[in-house]
């Protein structure tokens, strides 16, 4: 019995819709990090400025309170660093994990068009054959397109994220 949608489209498809809330929930993964990075660097600050506000009322001398300031900064500017490098390592392990994925997903025999328009050939309707004749002409064209637009994408991915570094 020919049915009008082949088995290996419907299992492309559910393998699609697993891939796309996959990549959903390992951004939202990512989200929750950095919210919660943000949550316990606000409370770390807030915690740090009442601790400096009760030092520098403490030191009645100028000097002394110019000294805790200069400590301060100092300490302000390597928690900075510290952060950029966790939002650096969210980022990255983020985007490797999308990657792979990626990388996996076009490996996939599912992910193969050019199968899917056999089997879909193989179980036109009469008169349909031009059609897929069209589109199969056209699916060597968007193949090549859409590699080319995967690999510029992972590109500029990568040259993003590395930045992002090299600025932290």
């Not at 939202?28 to 601790?51: C, G, H, P, S, Y």
């Not at 400096?52 to 928690?79: D, H, T």
């Not at 392990?93 to 328009?117: I, R």
Request: hydrophobic share 45%; aromatic share 10%; net charge positive.
């Amino acid at each position: 019995m020919n049915t009008l949608i082949p088995e290996q489209t419907v299992t492309a498809a559910k393998a699609s819709l697993d891939t796309t809330f996959g990549f959903a929930s390992k951004a939202f993964q990512a989200f929750e990090k950095l919210v919660e990075l943000n949550a316990q660097t606000v409370k770390t600050t807030l915690a740090e400025a009442q601790e400096f506000a009760g030092k520098s009322q403490i030191g009645k001398a100028p000097q002394a309170a110019f000294a805790v300031q200069e400590n301060q900064l100092r300490a302000g500017v390597q928690k900075t660093l510290a952060y950029w490098t966790h939002v650096k390592e969210i980022v990255s392990s983020t985007q490797a994990e999308f990657e792979s994925v990626a990388k996996a997903v076009f490996k996939q025999p599912s992910f193969d068009a050019k199968a899917w328009f056999d089997t879909m050939s193989k179980n036109a309707l009469p008169g349909g054959d031009a059609i897929l004749a069209f589109w199969k002409s056209s699916l060597g064209a968007a193949g090549q397109s859409a590699g080319a637009a995967y690999a510029t994408a992972t590109k500029a991915t990568k040259k993003t994220v590395e930045t992002a570094v090299s600025e932290a």
